[in-house]
């Protein structure tokens, strides 16, 4: 998005913040938006809903993005693309989707009567769907007498599309509408998304359709798939059964569904693919014919992300104040209860997953077995009663951590955990405990490296819940680490396919990157950067100026160096490069400049490696 690569058109930035929505964690999508100050503004918001980058498109083609105080425009292509491509990626879901202008195979309609039945759909707008209408009906125009081969039409309050769609489209974005029902869709599309709508169900698809996402609706079933589909994105819907896969499919996410049982097909899938089928209420015979077939000898299947104790049944949520009432300590006679005053945050974004969180979490393990458990989240609920922003983060987290088995809740207590320790980092609580601080920057450190070696474990395990491998490393470390946001029980590490000699060698591992890099790594903490900016203000500010010259005179350095002589000033490609360059020099520097402030600060507490509790 910063550095767009040449070739770009306005139809892969709609493309690329789409899919970045589709990225983001739980929580955090509606931080991404299309079209917030105009169809041509993209941007990114922080927790405080500013905006951290932005992208402006104009009609002359120029591509602004602002971004943190790097500023840059581009020229944006706005001729469609020649030729017609649909390529693979080797892992997850990087692919990259050319479209371009395709005849379509049956075109009975006339222009005037494409134009008459867009009218007509226009002019029978309920209220306070004009105005979405007629900004589809002016793209699908566009799409008819342009020869635009994409139509993207998000989140502008449609409940129903024309019955005509223009014939020539490849790619067909509608996300974020209330749609339930989808027209015939053109011969030739290639791509199509129609996420976060209120469909039950989905028109024949088109024989060349290579990307499908419809994730986010309410589907019980889908129809047959394209033979050279490669890509399925249909989680949180609530589909009982899949149709037969497509051999060369590589990635099929279905979480969060009503499945049961899967067809013979998915085992045929290549070694290449991913499938994720997490959340869902697979049979135990189902559960046990994966495992036979994917740990015998020679399995060359896909890789298949699952449920370890099968997907819990959907359970009643309770009002937050009454979760939290069972954590805390009873109040002293004539006090308010504590839980009191969670009445009203039981309004607050993402609320009743917490309140589930925490009923499951009186399920787990570590409340059976550790007497202090309880009390740990007591005081972690106070905290939380009291930091709107850190409460807010923490809900989010909420959202992901309920779908599935007790483990599941486990691994995301420790994620809300590490929330907490880098957020009392960043709001100051350490800038007089600077051992705690560096400390802390220590979990963070082991914890990210833990993760590097649970991904790399999770590569060489054919059918395997990968927050099991990931929890099975964090749990068994946590006492030769210091891991003090890490709980003492898990339930399946049995299961989780980690050995002790992967423990012995995973610690090793950490320990030897924590020697050689530590020093560096914190360097670039941004909760350390607060605490700098907090106690030596003049020294940061300067650096930070420093650092902004630095990358103006090395971007004409380069310049005129290395493009002027070569007649490149100009070049979308060249300048982006330097820019990068430029931009990374000047990074360096500003780090090189911080380390003496961080040396004179911290100097004592970064030789002792002893975690402080």
């Known amino acids: 998005i910063c550095h767009p690569p040449a070739g770009t058109t306005?139809?892969?930035?709609?493309?690329?913040?789409?899919?970045?929505?589709?990225?983001?964690?739980?929580?955090?999508?509606?931080?991404?938006?299309?079209?917030?100050?105009?169809?041509?503004?993209?941007?990114i918001l922080d927790a405080g809903n500013q905006e951290i980058l932005s992208v402006t498109l104009d009609d002359a083609g120029n591509y602004t993005v602002n971004c943190q105080g790097y500023h840059e425009t581009h020229r944006l292509t706005l001729d469609t693309a020649q030729g017609e491509e649909c390529t693979g990626h080797a892992e997850g879901a990087s692919g990259t989707l050319r479209t371009s202008l395709l005849p379509a195979t049956t075109t009975p309609q006339?222009?005037?009567?494409?134009?008459?039945?867009?009218?007509?759909?226009?002019?029978?707008?309920?209220?306070?769907?004009?105005?979405?209408?007629?900004?589809?009906?002016?793209?699908?125009?566009?799409?008819?007498?342009?020869?635009?081969?994409?139509?993207?039409?998000?989140r502008v309050g449609l409940t129903t599309l024309p019955d005509l769609l223009p014939p020539n489209i490849t790619t067909l974005f509608i996300p974020g509408n209330t749609l339930t029902r989808l027209p015939a869709l053109p011969p030739g599309l290639r791509e199509l998304s129609v996420s976060y709508n209120q469909l039950t169900s989905l028109p024949p698809l088109p024989p060349g359709l290579c990307k499908l996402s419809v994730f986010n609706n309410q589907l019980a079933s889908l129809p047959a798939l394209p033979s050279g589909l490669q890509i399925l994105w249909a989680y949180?819907?609530?589909?009982?059964?899949?149709?037969?896969?497509?051999?060369?499919?590589?990635?099929?996410?279905?979480?969060?569904?009503?499945?049961?049982?899967?067809p013979e097909s998915i085992t045929g899938l290549s070694s290449e693919a991913t499938v994720n089928l997490e959340g869902n209420p697979l049979s135990e015979r189902t559960l046990q014919a994966l495992r036979d077939i994917t740990s015998a000898p020679g399995y060359s299947g896909p890789r298949i992300r699952f449920d370890m104790a099968g997907a819990s049944a959907p359970r009643e949520v309770r009002a937050l104040h009454l979760a939290v009432a069972d954590w805390l300590m009873p109040a002293r006679e004539g006090e308010p209860a504590p839980a009191d005053r969670w009445h009203v945050f039981g309004q607050e974004d993402n609320a009743a997953d917490f309140s589930l969180f925490l009923d499951r979490l009186s399920e787990t393990e570590n409340f059976i077995k550790d007497a202090?458990?309880?009390?740990?989240?007591?005081?972690?609920?106070?905290?939380?009663?009291?930091?709107?922003?850190?409460?807010?983060?923490?809900?989010?987290?909420?959202?992901?951590?309920?779908?599935?088995?007790?483990?599941?809740?486990?691994?995301?207590l420790h994620q809300m955990k590490n929330v907490q320790l880098v957020h009392n980092a960043e709001k100051g609580e350490y800038d007089n405990n600077l051992a705690v601080l560096v400390a802390t920057g220590r979990e963070m450190?082991?914890?990210?490296?833990?993760?590097?070696?649970?991904?790399?474990?999770?590569?060489?395990?054919?059918?395997?819940?990968?927050?099991?491998?990931?929890?099975?490393?964090?749990?068994?470390?946590?006492?030769?680490?210091?891991l003090t946001s890490v709980t003492a029980e898990m339930r399946f590490f049995g299961v989780?396919?980690?050995?002790?000699?992967d423990l012995r060698s995973a610690e090793r591992q950490v320990k030897a990157a924590e020697k050689s890099e530590f020093r560096e790594w914190i360097l670039q903490w941004g909760p350390l950067h607060s605490v700098l900016e907090r106690k030596a203000p003049?020294?940061?500010?300067?650096?930070?100026?420093?650092?902004?010259?630095?990358?103006?005179?090395?971007?004409?350095?380069?310049?005129?160096?290395?493009l002027r002589p070569f007649g490149l000033v100009g070049n979308t490609d060249a300048e982006r490069t330097i820019g990068a360059r430029a931009m990374e020099s000047a990074k360096k520097a500003f780090l090189d400049g911080l380390r003496p402030l961080v040396d004179d600060m911290l100097g004592s507490y970064l030789k002792a490696r002893r975690r402080l509790n």
């Open 10 to 43: 306005r139809e892969d930035v709609v493309r690329r913040f789409e899919r970045l929505r589709m990225l983001a964690y739980a929580g955090c999508e509606e931080n991404i938006h299309s079209g917030r100050h105009g169809e041509s503004n993209f941007c």
């Open 445 to 482: 450190f082991r914890l990210g490296k833990l993760e590097q070696i649970a991904r790399e474990k999770v590569r060489t395990l054919a059918f395997v819940d990968e927050l099991e491998v990931w929890l099975a490393y964090q749990n068994k470390l946590r006492k030769p680490l210091g």
């Open 538 to 562: 003049e020294r940061v500010n300067a650096l930070r100026e420093k650092q902004m010259s630095d990358y103006e005179e090395t971007y004409r350095m380069l310049s005129d160096t290395e």
């Open 110 to 154: 006339t222009a005037a009567e494409y134009e008459a039945a867009w009218s007509e759909w226009k002019r029978a707008a309920p209220e306070g769907e004009s105005r979405g209408r007629a900004e589809a009906v002016k793209r699908m125009r566009a799409c008819l007498k342009k020869g635009n081969s994409v139509l993207y039409v998000g």
């Open 496 to 501: 989780s396919g980690v050995t002790a000699s």
């Open 236 to 262: 949180r819907n609530r589909l009982t059964r899949l149709p037969a896969l497509p051999p060369g499919l590589r990635e099929l996410s279905v979480y969060r569904n009503q499945l049961t049982r899967l």
């Open 372 to 412: 202090g458990f309880k009390a740990q989240i007591s005081s972690w609920l106070v905290q939380l009663a009291e930091d709107d922003a850190l409460r807010a983060n923490t809900f989010a987290l909420a959202t992901e951590a309920t779908s599935s088995c007790e483990d599941r809740i486990t691994f995301f």
